[in-house]
C-alpha cells in the first residue's frame, strides 16, 4: 500500500493544527508520550515533528510532506516544494512576526544602534541576514529559550516571535522593528511530489486545509423572503459570491440561501427582519471550497 509520510508540528501549533485537520475530516489521536499521532486515513502516517526541523527532515525525504512556518524553511535553508500557505497560528489568523525588541529604557531606538551590539535569538540565520541588509554588525548568539528575560544583561536586545506581543511587554520589551513575518505552509519532498499518488494525496489535504481556514469566521445565513422583497434583502447583504435564491412550491415566497462574516450577523438581522425577511437560520460551516 502506498502510504505518505506526514509530519505534523509539534509545540505551539499542535493544537491548532489538529483542531483544523478534524474539521476538514481528519481525527489526529495523540498520545502523550508518543510522537507517532494516530490518523484515520489508511494511507497517511504522521509524525509530530518540531516545527523548527520540519522543512529538513522533508528536505531529506524522512518525511514526504509537513507542515511549518515559513520562518523555518528560511532559516534552514530548505529546498522543499511550497504547497499552500495556511494562515493560522496559535491564537488566531494574523501572521507571526519575528521582532527586534529590547528594554523600554534601552537607548537603542533603532536597527542602527545595535552596531557591535550583542543579540539572542533561535533563528541565527534570518537575524544574521537581517543586519546584514541594514548594513550593521552586531554578535548574533543562539538562544536556548527564555528568550525574552536575556535583555539587558545577557544580551543588548532580542529577536523572538510574537503573535499578539503580550509576552514582550509582560517582560518590559519595546520593539523597533519587524524582521519578518510568517505563516503556515504545507510543504512536500521534491522527489514526493513526482510521485502520482503522493502529489494527489498532498494536493488533496492542501484543497481541504484551505477551505477549513476559508470557512473560518464565517457563517451560512437562510431566510424566507416575499418576492416583492428580494432585491431589497440582496442589497444589504455582504454576500460570498451571489446568494442563492430559490422558489418555494406554490408560493410567491423565495428560499434565500448566503455566506457572510459571523462579525456582521449581528449587525444585519434586525434589518433584514426589517425589510421583510422571515425564519431567518444562521449555521456553521465546517469547509468552504472557492
Keep these: ?20 485537520f478534524s474539521k476538514a475530516g481528519y481525527q489526529i489521536n495523540v498520545s502523550s508520550r508518543n510522537y507517532y499521532p494516530v490518523i484515520d486515513d489508511d494511507e497517511i502516517e504522521c509524525m509530530l515533528i518540531r516545527a523548527q ?26 529546498d522543499v516544494q511550497e504547497v499552500a500557505e495556511l494562515v493560522y497560528g496559535k491564537v488566531g489568523k494574523k501572521p507571526l512576526r519575528w521582532v527586534l525588541a529590547v528594554p523600554e529604557n534601552s537607548e537603542i531606538k533603532s536597527v542602527k544602534d545595535l552596531e557591535g551590539k550583542r543579540i ?10 537581517y543586519l546584514k541588509q541594514h548594513g550593521v554588525n552586531a554578535s ?18 532580542i529577536v523572538e516571535i510574537t503573535e499578539t506581543g503580550s509576552s514582550l511587554r509582560a517582560n518590559n520589551l519595546r520593539i ?15 522527489n514526493a511530489w513526482k510521485d502520482s499518488f503522493k502529489r494527489e494525496k498532498i494536493e488533496y ?7 477549513v481556514l476559508a470557512a473560518n469566521n464565517r457563517v451560512g445565513l437562510m431566510m424566507n423572503i416575499h ?21 418555494l412550491i406554490d ?29 431567518i437560520i444562521e449555521y456553521p460551516l465546517n469547509k468552504l471550497v472557492e
Excluded at 527532515?57 to 528560511?74: C, K, N, Q, S
Excluded at 548574533?140 to 536586545?157: H, Q
Excluded at 418576492?227 to 447583504?237: R, S, T, Y
Design 140 to 157: 548574533v548568539e543562539f538562544s536556548w529559550g527564555a528568550t525574552e528575560v536575556k535583555p539587558p544583561r545577557l544580551a543588548d536586545a
Design 205 to 211: 489535504l492542501a484543497l481541504l486545509l484551505q477551505s
Design 53 to 78: 526541523e520540519m522543512a529538513r527532515y522533508v528536505e531529506e525525504g524522512i518525511l514526504d510532506a509537513g507542515l511549518t512556518g515559513h520562518d523555518w524553511i528560511r532559516e534552514t535553508d530548505s
Design 227 to 247: 418576492k416583492d422583497k428580494v432585491n431589497d434583502i440582496i442589497k444589504i447583504l455582504p454576500a460570498l459570491n451571489k446568494p442563492t435564491v430559490s422558489t
Design 251 to 279: 408560493s410567491d415566497w423565495f428560499a434565500l440561501n448566503t455566506v457572510v462574516e459571523e462579525k456582521i450577523v449581528r449587525k444585519i438581522i434586525p434589518e433584514l427582519l426589517r425589510k421583510g425577511a422571515e425564519g
Design 176 to 190: 523597533i522593528d519587524v524582521v519578518c513575518t510568517s505563516n503556515t505552509w504545507l510543504i512536500a519532498n521534491k
Design 120 to 129: 539572542a535569538t533561535e533563528v541565527i540565520n534570518l537575524t544574521k541576514n
Design 1 to 20: 500500500m502506498n502510504i505518505l509520510q506526514l509530519g505534523i508540528p509539534k509545540g505551539s501549533l499542535q493544537n491548532s493544527t489538529i483542531d483544523i
